[in-house]
C-alpha cells in the first residue's frame, strides 16, 4: 500500500485509513444502486471492495505524485521531470508478513469470542467468502482453531427481532475484534 509519493510522507497511516473509508463508502453506495437494479449486481462484495480499493489507491497516488514540489530552476518556468512509481521488495515482503501475522491473530482472537458473537461474525465472513476458490489464509487459520467457516455459510434472520439481535451482535464482534488485533 505504501507508495513513494513525497507529499504522503509520515502520513502513511492515515493515507491508508483514508483510502479504506472511501472505498467502504463507494462500496456502500454501489450496492445500493445494485440492490435497485441501476448497476449490475454484486457477485462477490470482498472482490468489489477490493478493486474499489485498489482503483482509488491508484487514482489517489497519480494526483498526489503530481503535487510534488519540482525543483526551482533559474531560467526557465517550464520543469520537466519524472516521477518513477518505485517499490521497494523489502516493504512487499514487510506488509505481506504483517498481514499474513494479523489473519493468524484474528483467527485466533475468534475463536475465543463469546458463541454468539462468534456466530455472527464468522456468518457475516462466511457469506462474502467464496468457497469455490482455494481456502483463503483465514480459512486456513480458522480451521487451525477448530472452525469451519463453510459451516456458517447461510441465510440472515429475516424476523426484525433477530436480525436486530443478529446486528448487534455482530457490530460487538467488529469491535472487539479491532480493540483486540491492532495492527
Given at each position: 500500500?505504501?507508495?513513494?509519493v513525497?507529499?504522503?510522507?509520515g502520513q502513511?497511516?492515515?493515507v491508508?485509513?483514508d483510502?479504506?473509508?472511501?472505498?467502504?463508502?463507494?462500496?456502500f453506495?454501489?450496492?445500493?444502486?445494485?440492490?435497485?437494479?441501476?448497476?449490475?449486481?454484486?457477485?462477490?462484495?470482498k472482490?468489489?471492495?477490493?478493486?474499489?480499493?485498489?482503483?482509488?489507491f491508484?487514482?489517489?497516488?497519480?494526483?498526489?505524485?503530481?503535487?510534488?514540489?519540482?525543483?526551482?530552476?533559474?531560467?526557465?518556468?517550464?520543469?520537466?521531470?519524472?516521477i518513477?512509481?518505485?517499490v521497494?521488495?523489502?516493504e512487499?515482503?514487510?506488509d505481506?508478513l504483517i498481514f499474513c501475522?494479523t489473519?493468524?491473530?484474528?483467527?485466533?482472537?475468534v475463536?475465543?469470542f463469546?458463541?454468539?458473537q462468534?456466530?455472527?461474525?464468522?456468518?457475516?465472513?462466511?457469506?462474502i467468502?467464496d468457497f469455490?476458490?482455494?481456502?483463503?489464509?483465514?480459512?486456513?487459520?480458522?480451521s487451525?482453531?477448530?472452525i469451519?467457516?463453510?459451516?456458517?455459510?447461510?441465510?440472515?434472520?429475516?424476523e426484525p427481532?433477530q436480525?436486530?439481535?443478529?446486528?448487534?451482535?455482530?457490530?460487538?464482534?467488529?469491535k472487539?475484534?479491532r480493540?483486540?488485533?491492532e495492527?
Amino acid at each position: 500500500m505504501y507508495a513513494d509519493v513525497s507529499c504522503w510522507r509520515g502520513q502513511q497511516k492515515e493515507v491508508a485509513e483514508d483510502i479504506v473509508q472511501e472505498a467502504l463508502l463507494r462500496t456502500f453506495k454501489y450496492t445500493q444502486r445494485a440492490s435497485q437494479g441501476k448497476v449490475q449486481p454484486v457477485v462477490s462484495l470482498k472482490s468489489l471492495c477490493k478493486v474499489i480499493a485498489q482503483n482509488y489507491f491508484r487514482d489517489r497516488r497519480r494526483k498526489d505524485q503530481v503535487l510534488v514540489r519540482p525543483f526551482q530552476n533559474d531560467e526557465s518556468e517550464q520543469l520537466s521531470f519524472a516521477i518513477q512509481d518505485v517499490v521497494d521488495p523489502a516493504e512487499i515482503a514487510l506488509d505481506h508478513l504483517i498481514f499474513c501475522t494479523t489473519i493468524v491473530m484474528a483467527a485466533q482472537v475468534v475463536a475465543q469470542f463469546p458463541p454468539q458473537q462468534r456466530a455472527a461474525l464468522l456468518t457475516d465472513l462466511a457469506n462474502i467468502s467464496d468457497f469455490n476458490a482455494p481456502p483463503t489464509l483465514l480459512e486456513q487459520s480458522l480451521s487451525t482453531e477448530g472452525i469451519r467457516l463453510r459451516d456458517y455459510h447461510r441465510a440472515l434472520p429475516t424476523e426484525p427481532a433477530q436480525r436486530g439481535l443478529y446486528a448487534a451482535h455482530l457490530c460487538i464482534a467488529y469491535k472487539r475484534l479491532r480493540k483486540k488485533v491492532e495492527v
